[in-house]
């Protein structure tokens, strides 16, 4: 998976692509915890070019989302494909975290 950043006034916009799951949730939490120990609590995470997704990396969504709320910020998904979305509804992760269609939403909810 790879991951890019960019700092847009106090929210971070996390771009992932590839897949998220066992060998990559580390670098989605070091990442995050990195951003947050420097201050970066509030996340926006687009997956629009996330392309599989599995219990470790739905594991590491819900720990970012910990670690952000934990500092008194917060995490938000945008952008999910038709086939995370439908892993985010069977798994009833719509109930916890804040989904957005497009980035520029996800933004603008901070």
């Given at each position: 998976m790879k991951i890019t950043s960019e700092n847009l006034d106090d929210?971070?916009?996390?771009?992932?692509?590839?897949?998220?799951?066992?060998?990559?949730e580390g670098?989605?939490?070091?990442?995050?915890?990195?951003?947050?120990e420097g201050g970066r609590i509030n996340i926006a995470v687009n997956m629009e070019d996330?392309?599989?997704?599995?219990?470790?990396?739905?594991?590491?969504?819900?720990?970012?989302?910990?670690?952000?709320?934990?500092?008194?910020?917060?995490?938000?998904?945008c952008s999910l494909t038709e086939q995370v979305s439908m892993v985010f509804q069977v798994m009833r992760l719509n109930k916890v975290f804040k989904i957005f269609d497009t980035k520029e939403d996800a933004l603008r909810s901070f």
């Open positions: 929210v971070t916009l996390l771009v992932l692509s590839g897949r998220l799951d066992a060998l990559s670098g989605l939490k070091d990442e995050v915890n990195g951003l947050v996330v392309n599989f997704i599995d219990s470790s990396g739905l594991g590491a969504l819900i720990s970012s989302l910990r670690t952000a709320r934990d500092s008194g910020g917060d995490l938000r998904v």
